[in-house]
């Protein structure tokens, strides 16, 4: 069952103009009531109207107000979730290996929730037909780009991840239309990617974007948006760890889904990739 609604008016509610924000507030603190009320009658309990109702959908990035209750009353039947925790000062190594469990796995789920299906499906049949695939983002990203890199190659997909700002342009500038930009930043608003990504739009390259879910300057200028979870998350869980799990977990759906369109073409490659593996390791 579809979840996840209460969670992406949470990530986005800082982001939200004021009268779809009192919207969002009515719903945080009524959930159970939204699910046999209208769009007019949230409306009036939350003291705007029913077409901030339909923007707050909009804004949210799903399809209107009844995917938004189906959503919510799948959160409503959900077992009440751990949370992130942080680490404490002097924390025993039982606790940390502990929270770390848990935070990764909220992580995913989170993100799972956040996943626009139409966008996925659009950003498969986008990658496909590639030529090139140029995967781009700085620090904790890059990680995350090398590893797309990585895996697309193995699949007989022409990839890059450079790091290098003025490289990356360069590739945009020489890129031809059936050639894709990929940007990664989990807070959208990474300054070097942003210029890529406007770069890609200016040049007609196609774009597809991973950031935090909401809105940001990287994903408006993306023409597919994929999205992770945004958990608000504590210094010591800062990009490096729980957003990096959602990132790679997103990049294997993306992988996987594109490998089960063309399963045989998938299974030939990976093959002839183990095979020049094993060749370079024993020599035969």
């Known amino acids: 069952m579809a979840a996840g609604g209460l969670k992406m008016i949470q990530n986005m509610l800082e982001q939200l103009p004021a009268s779809e924000r009192k919207i969002a507030e009515f719903i945080l603190e009524n959930p159970q009531s939204v699910l046999n009320s209208t769009v007019n009658d949230i409306g009036i309990q939350a003291n705007t109207s029913g077409a901030a109702v339909i923007r707050l959908c909009k804004s949210l990035g799903i399809n209107g107000f009844q995917d938004l209750k189906v959503r919510i009353a799948g959160d409503l039947v959900k077992p009440v ?18 929270k770390t469990t848990s935070n990764s796995i909220q992580s995913i ?42 895996k697309f190659l193995r699949i007989h997909k022409n990839a890059t991840a450079f790091t290098d700002t003025h490289l990356v342009a360069t590739l945009i500038a020489n890129a031809n239309k059936d050639d894709v930009l990929f940007g990664i930043s989990h807070s959208g608003e990474t300054a070097e990617v942003i210029k890529v990504m406007a770069l890609a739009k200016e040049r007609g390259v196609k774009t597809i974007s991973l950031t935090k879910y909401g809105q940001s300057q990287v994903a408006s200028l993306a023409d597919i948006k994929l999205f992770t979870a945004y958990s608000g998350e504590a210094p010591f869980r800062s990009a490096a760890t729980s957003s990096r799990l959602s990132q790679l977990y997103l990049i294997d759906i993306l992988f996987l889904a594109m490998a089960t369109v063309q399963y045989e073409e998938t299974i030939h490659s990976i093959d002839k990739t183990r095979e020049a593996i094993r060749f370079i390791k024993q020599g035969k």
């Open 81 to 98: 979730e751990q949370g992130y925790r942080d680490i404490e000062p002097g924390e025993s190594f039982f606790t940390i290996v502990q």
């Open 109 to 150: 789920r989170d993100t799972e929730e956040m996943i626009n299906y139409d966008e996925l499906e659009r950003a498969v049949h986008t990658l496909l037909p590639a030529q090139n695939v140029h995967f781009f983002g700085i620090g904790a990203s890059g990680i995350i780009a090398k590893d797309a890199q990585q």
